[in-house]
Nanobody
Framework: QVQLAESGGGSVQAGGSLRLSCAISGFVNGRNAMAWFRQAPGKEREGVADAIMRDAYSFFTRYADSVKGRFTITRDAARNTLYLQMSSLKPEDTGMYYC????????????????????WGQGTQVTVSS
């Protein structure tokens, strides 16, 4: 059984940075897409970025327009961990951040849809103040 556990959230000033981690317990094939979603209070959960293995050395990644150029998703197979490096944070980045994994090989549609992901973590809170 796959279990995901996020960490690294916190409170920062606008312009600051945070790195979120998602520890993966169990096996998630590199060819199964993994993603970060976020949910602000009163809003729908939205996809932020996803990653799927391109070859033995790299991943194909996609980003929501709202975070492109500021966030970077990476996956460390040796540590079995998914990361989200967030820079130049804005108040509108505030929300609960979740990592997710697909249970079958392949990517998902874009924009990301939560029902295409089978495994979820409990989330980590990010708060950005102005």
């Amino acid at each position: 059984q796959v279990q995901l556990a996020e960490s690294g959230g916190g409170s920062v000033q606008a312009g600051g940075s945070l790195r979120l981690s998602c520890a993966i317990s169990g096996f998630v094939n590199g060819r199964n897409a993994m993603a970060w979603f976020r949910q602000a209070p009163g809003k729908e959960r939205e996809g932020v970025a996803d990653a799927i293995m391109r070859d033995a050395y790299s991943f194909f990644t996609r980003y929501a327009d709202s975070v492109k150029g500021r966030f970077t998703i990476t996956r460390d197979a040796a540590r079995n961990t998914l990361y989200l490096q967030m820079s130049s944070l804005k108040p509108e980045d505030t929300g609960m951040y979740y990592c997710a994994a697909r249970g079958v090989p392949g990517g998902s549609t874009w924009p990301l849809k939560r029902d295409e992901y089978d495994f979820w973590g409990q989330g980590t809170q990010v708060t950005v103040s102005s």
